[in-house]
């Protein structure tokens, strides 16, 4: 395995990264790529984005993972998480690693869990370059995600007079109005437990705990399911716990109606929302038996 640190300009901002490529690439030999994105407040670093790669470099992907601006290690005002802006920093990712002397330049697929799930998917809808999509997790909705987060009508005037009050006060005093992770997606307890449980770290050193109530409305107002079907005839698998207690299942349901063919749902059960870091062997074999069918690390022979 040879490992690369990188760095790429995304708008501006200097973003960091690592580029895998798997043993047996020979020289001259450009092989399918994947681009993992991490989740809301991660980073690259993290348990659901270095399963995924150390799977898809196994199954001979050249892979890159990196830090979205104002994460990890990337330049960009810290915690300022912009789901738009998101895009744009995946969408530059794309550039840089189509020049990579490993890749096929039209051969590039995204994988995201959660956040990354649905920049992923919207990402390949306004980009024709992402070659193949995988969404974990993902929503498509904001708003009816977070009112699944946020059950009950006292929780949900509690979560959109945040939204409100976020707006005013940078209106009066020109700054961001600071809000705790949990206000804008509550883990249940019973989540962490079992990651704790599992030595799993759901949120790893240097993840961010607190964002601008911007991030919130971003967040709010991004809708992946109104442009999923322009990503077809390029495949979409979209993965998603059967109950899911932090992103809604009905996000990927939803997402699933709304896409072109060839796409795919598969709900596992059994599993909990960071189901990549759970590490179970039968996702793994949904994932190897789609990327068979419909995109090889090594691309089919012409006959």
């Known amino acids: 395995m040879v490992e690369e640190n990188v760095t790429f300009i995304s708008d501006g901002l200097k973003l960091s990264g690592v580029v895998r490529v798997p043993d047996g690439v020979a020289p001259g030999e450009r092989r399918a790529a994947f681009i993992v994105l991490h989740g809301f407040g991660s980073h690259m670093e993290s348990q659901n984005v270095l399963r995924p790669c150390a799977v898809l470099e196994k199954y001979g992907f050249v892979t890159l993972r990196f830090d979205m601006r104002g994460s990890g290690k990337s330049e960009g005002e810290r915690a300022r998480i912009i789901c738009l802006e998101q895009v744009a920093d995946t969408r530059s990712a794309l550039t840089f690693l189509a020049g990579h002397a490993a890749v096929a330049a039209d051969r590039i697929g995204l994988i995201g869990t959660s956040f990354g799930g649905a920049v992923s998917v919207y ?12 969404s974990n997790g993902g929503w498509g909705n904001g708003e009816t995600k977070f009112r699944g987060q946020h059950p009950g009508e006292a929780a949900w005037a509690r979560f959109t007079a945040m939204l409100e009050e976020g707006k005013r006060h940078r209106e009066r005093t020109g700054k961001s109005l600071m809000v705790p992770r949990s206000e804008i997606v509550p883990i249940p307890q019973h989540v962490r437990d079992a990651l704790a449980g599992q030595s799993v770290q759901m949120f790893p050193p240097g993840s961010i705990t607190e964002f601008p109530a911007e991030t919130a409305q971003s967040m709010f107002d991004f809708k992946a399911e109104e442009v999923i079907h322009k990503i077809a005839p390029r495949p979409v698998l979209l993965l998603h716990p059967a109950v899911d207690s932090v992103t809604p299942t009905e996000q990927s349901i939803e997402m699933f109606k709304r896409a072109g063919q060839p796409t795919e749902l598969h709900l596992i059960s059994d599993v909990d929302h960071f189901m990549f ?27």
């Open 277 to 303: 870091a759970e590490d179970k062997p039968r996702v793994w074999s949904v994932l190897e038996n789609w990327l068979l069918e419909y995109f090889p690390a090594k691309a089919p022979r012409a006959t």
């Open 123 to 134: 990402t390949a809808a306004v980009d024709e370059r992402v070659a193949a999509v995988v």
